[in-house]
T-cell receptor
Framework: GAVVSQHPSRVICKSGTSVKIECRSLDFQATTMFWYRQFPKQSLMLMAT?????????EQGVEKDKFLINHASLTLSTLTVTSAHPEDSSFYIC???????????FGPGTRLTVL | EDQVTQSPEALRLQEGESSSLNCSYTVSGLRGLFWYRQDPGKGPEFLFTLYSAGEEKEKERLKATLTKKESFLHITAPKPEDSATYLC????????????FGKGTTLSVSS
């Protein structure tokens, strides 16, 4: 149980284009979803927290107009990187937790490369 | 400031050589402590949640324990497939639901 999927697993795009990453909880309802970014050999950096049906809460220093997060249902959240630039290249990971639990279950991650 | 420190940064073991990973935390009250395993190029895999001092949990060759200041992840008779980065994270009381991660311990087990 507690499976989280992400799609796509890898994406390569040109500078200036937008990229959408999907995160789905497959076997539970995720009241809260999280988006992280991870640089090589570093730990996870929280970007934003989203509750179903509400606006996302962004961490300090994360541009909300650049990283658009939508959590429209209890099983789906999306992260859209708008006008991507090479410095946005990174490993993006989502996680999800169910109602009244603190344990987060992570997706497999999406490797974004911006040329 | 809430903080999580993991040690050592890297650990090399021979197959069958048991050891422990440490996670010390400084938080204003602990709501929960979490252990994850992360393989290169993949998302973290959930291992354990601990809530109160004295609590212990086991899964195969892994055993996690918790005190008021730190947690240990004991690895008994490790195998090469246990090689990974082990991440510790906490959620403090009086906070939202965001995890505060340590930097991880990278474990390499050779046969």
């Amino acid at each position: 149980g507690a499976v989280v999927s992400q799609h796509p697993s890898r994406v390569i795009c040109k500078s200036g284009t937008s990229v959408k990453i999907e995160c789905r909880s497959l076997d539970f309802q995720a009241t809260t979803m999280f988006w992280y970014r991870q640089f090589p050999k570093q730990s996870l950096m929280l970007m934003a927290t989203s509750n179903e049906g509400s606006k996302a809460t962004y961490e300090q220093g994360v541009e909300k107009d650049k990283f658009l997060i939508n959590h429209a249902s209890l099983t789906l959240s999306t992260l859209t990187v708008t006008s991507a630039h090479p410095e946005d290249s990174s490993f993006y990971i989502c996680s999800a937790s169910a109602f009244s639990t603190d344990t987060q279950y992570f997706g497999p991650g999406t490797r974004l490369t911006v040329l | 400031e809430d903080q999580v420190t993991q040690s050592p940064e890297a650990l090399r073991l021979q197959e069958g050589e048991s050891s422990s990973l440490n996670c010390s935390y400084t938080v204003s009250g602990l709501r929960g402590l979490f252990w994850y395993r992360q393989d290169p190029g993949k998302g973290p895999e959930f291992l354990f949640t601990l809530y109160s001092a004295g609590e212990e949990k086991e899964k195969e060759r892994l055993k996690a324990t918790l005190t008021k200041k730190e947690s240990f992840l004991h690895i008994t008779a490790p195998k090469p497939e246990d090689s990974a980065t082990y991440l510790c994270a906490v959620i403090p009381n009086q906070a939202g639901t965001a995890l505060i991660f340590g930097k991880g311990t990278t474990l390499s087990v050779s046969s």
